[in-house]
């Protein structure tokens, strides 16, 4: 009997001490919190400015701005010093009054392709809150072997039932719902209320033509293994990554164009290390932190800064130069207001539910 | 007639093993896929990918966090489900069924509620996102669980030996601590197991409760929002071969506390 | 009554901190959480606009139905595949290899919730092993439409509920007294009538825990239809999850949160009969 009360005195006292040594552990070296997109996660990108600079940077990911806002919503002010966020989407954040102006002096604006500095959306009341960093197209992503590439001209053949069952849709309202926008002739910077009946039409085809719709993980796996041959909103960022294993896979920017997405670096205004976060910025936009950033584990992209240091393997495999041509044809992702965003949400939804 | 019954039923009890098996044999198997990809055609074997996850410190420092969130919030769980089916069982309290009820009621509610529950609480007084707020999840989870198992098998047998100790003087925390725990054991033992297994593979609450550092299924979640990598499999059978280490030394300490 | 009665405090210093810890971290919430639906985002005024919006809006509701069709659908056939499971191992394995066989059936488990569901959605793709088995046996034409669908997330659900159910039935099997089969012999009752009269009304109770455990947490759980239904439809969960994760909308997601654990509610006032905690 008392071996099994000191058994039991034993096992508390080794989890009180778990506990004590969990709560002692001292703070590390100073830390960087950075809110971002899945492609900030790698450690190839991390661990030179870690090691550089004697700190450690946490990351928590998320999927979508209206998911990066609603975490931060969900924190206390100082818990995050950076954040990627779509260009399109800093005036968002600098009206909840989050971000911190960035010194224009300090950062290589002048390097940047022009077409993705976005100052319309990066500047707000003539301070500039971010700085765009990566960019990429949502357009028709597909498996050269297993399609007509002559039909991924056209986005016509995305609710054509010839291709029925053999589509993914990425699971992100606001580009999808651009491109729908584009195939109908309409521009993504006007689109309005009276816009969302006709493009919940083309959404709802491309449903019926669709075997899922998924998000980061879930499209590049199906495309990747054959599940569907075509992914609406796909782009160099899930066929870049995946070139090597898989050349087959590509991506066309079709005659009626599409969405360029593009990520921005922006500082939370109560950051407790500005200097780090400042720090950090400069380190992603320089020519080695783009090159990392652009061949990021999680999904490949463009380089905001026309000075990366990729090799000529990765330019090609990007299509480098074939950028300007491209950035002519694309258009930026919507940018509703509340009242819009939470119509077009609630579309989305509709088409997710359809059967 | 017999031996036609006979090969039915193995076939069934075999046909429903292979079904339970199946997604962990594929798993194990694309564990040691050498290329990039755990899909077919297999090409392995190769180990490469559980060396990334014995290097990914990451993960490792997941994996910590989750059994140390599982060991103290079920110690906590089956402290206090032990203690309240003990007064239940012994003593008569106004409104029992009443109060008995609320302390299993959230048997009965979703996971993802009881995560989103709290967080709103917590996010309401200012209370930030951490380890600790999961494990607080994981108590309300299993302390219904420890409480319902162990009531349940307080019964008459053991009032007699406690009575026992009473007349021969022991106080009522003696009887309590050097008595009845030893005589329920089985049942502690059962809810602080189930409590482990239940918090240590539990998601939606440490997803919505925690910040960076993290649990092992919310790592888990991370990673393969990067991409579907063999890691994860590694991972998974890591865990799994882990569990099976765990299982057998149980066996024997069971065996050996049974020849006693 | 001898020096050594406990005094009144006792049994409240007991249950109290059980008590208080429910109280606290799953009540309080709960009232947090009622409040907040019966809010607009960013409003002031009380209003039942979220639920209104719930009840009007097709694509909300028919998540219910969705959620109710698969849960009840999976209920079902685990009850049914697990019932034979568990008899053989209580009444047809040799006891001694009974814990055995029972940690066998459970194993698989002990891997991650998440990497298996991926597993199965690997298993079940165009390419995978049972789609390989079904064309190269000839059982099939052609690789069929299994994973990111219904199918999936069903297969994925019963996959983890027989296990759960097998453990349940087997338990109230084992507990059964051998008595009751002797008196049905002993009354001229063949194995069949045994069965249908006597053991199957006796193992109710644990066919009706295990279903109501796998109505519970499957018509809760995100994971399952989030990773294996390829999005083509949405069940409550995922709903409730997308208005917290992308929209941030939690007055909404409080709103469906009640209305989920009503009918939850609502079932388990149907298995309110058998779910009673008895002490031994």
Known sequence: MKSVLTKHLRASAAAAAALAILAAQPALAQELNALIWCDHADPA??????????????????????????????????????????????PRGVEKGLFEPLPEDQLPFADLFPEVKMDGS??????????????????????????????????????????????????YYLPVMGMAALSLGKKTADLTEADLPAIRDVLMKMKANAKLVGEVTASQTALATGEVDILVGGGEWVTAGLAKENPALDFSIPKEGAVLWSQALAMFKDSKNKDLALKFIQYIVSPDGQARLATSSCYWGMPANSKAALTDEQKKTLRFDEQPEFLARAQAYPAPDADLDKKMQDVWTEMLQAQ | MRIAARILVSAYA??????????????????????????????????????????????????FNSVL?????????????????????????????LLRGLITLPLTVSYLIIGMGILILFNAIGVPKSLIAAGIGHVVINLPLCFAIIYSQMGEHQVNIERAARDLGASEWKVLFLV?????????????????????????????????????????????????NPRTNAVGSLVFGVSIVLALLLELVFLRRNRQ | MNATTPGRLLPWALVTPALLWTLVFFVLPFIAMAMLSLLEPGGEAATLENYRQFFYNPSYWRALVNSLEVTLTVTVISVLLAYPFAWILAEIVPPRLQRLALVLAVLPFWTSYVVRSYSWLLVLAQNGVVNEA????????????????RTATVIGFVHFFVMLLTLTIFANLKQLSPSYRRAAADLGAGPVRTFWHVILPLTLPGIMVGAFLTFVLAIGDYITPQIL?????????????????????????????????????????FCARWLKIERA
Request: overall charge negative; aromatic content about 12%.
């Open chain 1, 122 to 171: 990066t500047v707000v009341d003539g301070k500039r809150y971010g700085i765009t960093e990566k960019f990429g197209y949502n357009t028709i992503g597909f498996n050269n072997t297993k399609v007509d590439v002559a039909d991924m001209q056209s986005m016509a053949s995305l609710i054509d039932p010839k291709y029925k069952g053999r589509i993914a849709i990425y699971d």
């Open chain 2, 14 to 63: 075999l046909a429903i093993y292979g079904f339970i098996f199946l997604p962990v044999v594929v798993l194990v198997l694309f564990s040691l896929q050498a290329t990039s990809f755990p899909i077919p055609p297999f090409t392995g074997p190769s180990l490469r990918w559980y060396q990334a996850v014995l290097a990914d410190q990451r993960l490792t420092s997941a994996l």
């Open chain 3, 134 to 149: 079904l064309t190269g046996s000839g059982l099939a034409d052609a690789p069929l439409q299994l994973a990111n669908t």
């Open chain 2, 180 to 228: 009845s725990v030893p005589v329920l054991w089985p049942a502690i033992f059962a809810s602080f197991f189930l409590s482990m297994t239940f918090s240590w593979d539990e998601f939606v609450i440490a997803f919505l409760l925690t910040r960076f550092d993290t649990t092992l299924p919310v790592e888990i979640w991370n990673m393969l929002r990067s991409g579907l």
């Open chain 1, 45 to 90: 990108l991390l661990q030179p400015f870690e090691e550089a600079n004697g700190v450690k940077v946490n990351v928590k990911e998320f999927e979508g701005t209206g998911a990066g806002l609603a975490l931060v919503e969900q924190s206390q002010p100082g818990d995050w010093d950076v954040m990627v966020i779509d260009s399109i989407d800093v």
């Open chain 3, 229 to 269: 239904g390829g999005n083509n439809e949405l069940l409550m969960p995922q709903l409730i999850m997308m208005q917290i994760g992308r929209r941030g909308d939690f007055p909404l997601a409080s709103a469906l949160a009640i209305i989920l654990m009503a009918v939850v509610t609502i079932a388990y006032l």
């Open chain 2, 69 to 97: 969130v599982a060991l103290l919030s079920s110690l906590v769980a089956v402290a206090l489900g032990f203690l309240a089916a003990w007064g239940f069982a012994r003593y008569h309290l106004p409104r029992s069924w």
